[in-house]
């Protein structure tokens, strides 16, 4: 029973944390003036992502390799066919010409590069596949380029206004920076005790911790990212609401592995490249939506779909495990 109550709470103060975090980021955005592609893309959804970030470094540090890698690919293929899919049936998404010519195939090359640096006994008949210390650079290295990319688009067009779901009254810089670093420590306290609730959780039922990551944790802790893109998408922002997603995605494979493999080497086995294939395709299949229908245009019956594909993910996800 405690097992279960470390693990429900752990996801509450996670989910808390990323609350406040975002409150206070976006509030710091609106005083720095910046777009709202660009704040999608950088503010909320590293902010949304940080549940993930937080997890991993955790479980890296304590030698749980399965629940870090497992957790990002299930938050990935989450976050496209589940998230976007949701918020598309409540607003059908808008995408901007360079989200679906830049962003979204640089999810997809994200997936495929990921992909190639795990498979060691694939590509170079290696005993062991693991994302090494090395690996973990090079994704990094990745990682910042995005960012340069991101901030030569932050500049805003003189129509753009910022949308975030947030409070009404605008809060002075003092109290945002408080609500960062009060949310940033609700997601290390968080985050600690949901990997130790998964890890007794995955004992006591008898399961893998990969599965656990796939599921129970990648979707607890991708709420905020959907929390966030589907009250984005109620109001009609659709930068804010795909550009979470595609910045959260981004985010979880260059930053968040990259520094978990940093941190400690994750071994990957081979039966898991099915997953990945799934993440990259769930990348291809929504560069491949903004053709069909109306052009660039997210609309509700393919939501549907991504929501329909991602049940029988997890449906194989569970009998597989």
């Not at 029973?1 to 808390?16: D, E, P, R, Y």
């Amino acid at each position: 029973m405690l097992t279960f109550c470390l693990f429900a709470i752990g996801f509450l103060v996670l989910i808390k944390g990323a609350d406040w975090l975002i409150t206070g980021a976006s509030q710091i955005a609106r005083i720095l003036k910046v777009s709202d592609l660009a704040v999608g893309l950088t503010i909320v959804a590293f902010g949304t992502s940080l549940p993930e970030f937080f997890i991993n470094i955790f479980a890296s540090a304590g030698g749980n390799t399965d629940l870090a890698i497992s957790n990002i690919l299930g938050s990935n293929t989450f976050n496209i066919l589940l998230i976007l899919g949701l918020s598309s049936i409540i607003y059908p998404l808008s995408v901007q010409s360079s989200t679906v010519w830049k962003e979204i195939p640089l999810t997809l090359l994200a997936a495929a590069i990921l992909g190639i640096l795990v498979n060691d006994k694939l590509i170079d008949k290696q005993n062991i596949s693991v994302l090494s210390r090395i690996d973990g650079i090079v994704l990094i290295s990745y990682f910042v380029i995005f960012i340069y990319y991101t901030f030569s688009i932050s500049k805003p067009k003189q129509s753009d206004i910022i949308n975030l779901p947030c409070t009404e009254k605008p809060y002075g810089i003092k109290k945002s920076v408080s609500l960062v670093v009060l949310g940033l420590l609700c997601l290390a306290v968080g985050a600690k005790w949901t990997v130790d609730g998964a890890v007794q959780l995955s004992e006591v039922l008898g399961i893998s911790k990969s599965l656990v990551g796939l599921t129970i944790v990648a979707i607890g802790t991708s709420l905020p990212e959907l929390a966030t893109s589907a009250v984005a998408a109620y109001k009609k922002n659709a930068d804010i609401a795909v550009g979470n997603i595609v910045g959260s995605n981004i985010f979880n494979i260059f930053f968040i592995l990259g520094t978990s493999a940093i941190i400690r080497p994750l071994p990957f086995q081979s039966e898991d490249n099915t997953d990945i294939i799934v993440t990259a395709a769930a990348s291809l299949l929504l560069f491949i939506c903004m053709f069909t229908g109306k052009k660039n245009l997210l609309d509700r019956w393919e939501g549907i779909v991504a929501v329909l594909l991602y049940g029988g993910y997890i449906v194989f996800v569970i009998f597989r495990g």
